[in-house]
């Protein structure tokens, strides 16, 4: 436990100074700390499809750009 989030966050500050942008920084050590972690052979992407479409069908995240596509107009 404790390695892993010592790889954590030293990649995660390396990535920063070697400017990367934060994002792509989390992501790549997220996955980085994934792989250490028995890989993706535990990994429920069903949970994870699940997520990504429940947060999409949200009204508070539609409401955003319709209302900007509603000033411009």
């Known amino acids: 436990m404790a390695l892993k989030l010592f790889v954590f966050v030293v ?9 990367f942008g934060v994002p792509y920084a989390i992501g790549t050590v997220c996955m980085v700390v994934l792989v ?3 890989g993706f052979a535990d990994f429920p992407f069903h949970t994870l499809a ?3 479409v429940n947060s999409g069908n949200s009204f508070v995240l539609m409401a955003i ?9």
Request: aromatic share 12%; net charge neutral; proline share 4%.
């Open 65 to 73: 750009p319709f209302s900007c596509w509603l000033e411009s107009s």
């Open 50 to 52: 699940q997520k990504v």
């Open 11 to 19: 990649l995660l500050i390396l990535l920063f100074c070697l400017g």
């Open 36 to 38: 250490m972690n028995n």
